[in-house]
């Protein structure tokens, strides 16, 4: 039962933590991560290293695809760093040909980006706020049906289909609950930072960039609401069966529905975003005079100043926010972020044995 609970979790934080690393293409003034002038980017010199890139990031996807045709827990549960690995290599390498190629030095920059705090309105939080509610309830259920519950409990699955009871303690009982706890924290602490990062605004096209970061923020705090969600729905579910309340068979179903939905979200989401930030910056004159930051991005992913007072700074080559490992406090909520799941799972094991 253990094994069939981690190994999702884990995956979902997986992603969710490659999420703030992993290379993307974003437009209008960025190719591959590197800062280019306009007329490069619409010759053929830069279309073609732009095809280049996606071609072989469709390659290392697909090979990343093929590793979970092996159908051994062991790939599976590395797919995702394995990709995250090729992805961030690849564009890695062609930022570099883009850095070689793009000719001469662009000029230093005559205009900055401009941070201002923008006020949060309350309704983005209610889905947050729901999957919350749905899992302190489900702790409160619990709670209360404690001392009335069977003396022995299901706590694994053998591969049989058979069900393997275990003398109840109050660790096995709410076990489902706190594996739960990991994602909802880290997912919420993270959104929570995102929301609050104040908007950058480019000047060379100051309102739209507004109103691209404002409507992003917004959308991470949805999804990862949602998501949460959807998480805590399932967590709910396979606690009631532990508890006597739902019978086995409706967990497969259960565990099909919710993965399928949060794909379909997902890509609702990504296809959303893609759709509104192309309909903006189709309308957008860039220029080129823009600050150029290349030095603070390492390979284009990771983001190093420590004259930034930002923890969280949006992503140069991708959509989203990544960590400033040049402030203290984002090197030491990565570091945590790193710690915190092998050692919470670790102790999760050792205390329900």
Do not use: C
């Not at 590197?34 to 390659?59: D, H, M, N, Q």
């Not at 929301?195 to 309102?207: G, H, L």
């Amino acid at each position: 039962m253990i094994s069939i609970i981690i190994v999702p979790i884990a995956v979902v934080l997986l992603a969710f933590i490659m999420e703030f690393f992993l290379p993307d293409l974003q437009a209008p003034d960025i190719l591959l991560g590197a800062r280019v002038k306009t007329e490069f980017k619409k010759e053929k010199e830069g279309k073609t290293i732009v095809l280049k890139y996606r071609l072989t990031l469709i390659l290392a996807a697909i090979l990343s695809l093929l590793l979970t045709l092996i159908n051994s827990l062991f790939i599976d549960i590395f797919t995702p760093l394995i990709f995250a690995f090729l992805s961030s290599m690849n564009v890695v390498y062609w930022r570099r040909v883009v850095i070689k190629e793009r000719g001469e030095e662009l000029p230093e920059p005559t205009k900055r980006y401009a941070i201002i705090s923008t006020p949060q309105g309350k309704m983005i939080y209610m889905p947050l706020i729901l999957a919350w509610i749905v899992l302190i309830s489900t702790i409160i259920i619990g709670i209360v049906y404690y001392s009335s519950a069977p003396a022995e409990i299901p706590y694994h699955v053998l591969s049989s289909g058979k069900i393997e009871y275990v003398p109840k303690t109050i660790i096995k009982f709410f076990l489902i609950d706190l594996i739960a706890l990991i994602p909802f924290s880290l997912i919420t602490i993270f959104t929570l930072i995102s929301a609050k990062t104040p908007n950058i605004i480019n000047p060379a096209y100051p309102e739209q960039s507004y109103i691209a970061y404002s409507k992003f923020k917004e959308s991470v705090v949805i999804l990862s609401g949602v998501i949460l969600f959807i998480i805590g729905t399932l967590m709910t579910s396979i606690s009631f069966f532990i508890w006597g309340f739902l019978k086995i068979t409706y967990i497969p179903e259960l565990l099909v529905s919710m993965v399928s939905t949060i794909f379909l979200l997902t890509t609702i989401f990504y296809f959303k975003v893609g759709v509104e930030g192309g309909s903006y910056l189709r309308n957008i004159v860039v220029n080129n005079e823009v600050f150029n930051d290349d030095k603070y991005w390492k390979g284009g992913i990771i983001y190093y100043n420590p004259a930034d007072p930002r923890i969280m700074v949006p992503r140069r080559n991708g959509f989203g926010y990544t960590i400033n490992l040049g402030n203290r406090t984002g090197l030491l909520i990565l570091i945590s972020l790193i710690a915190i799941i092998p050692t919470v799972v670790v102790l999760i094991i050792l205390l329900a044995r």
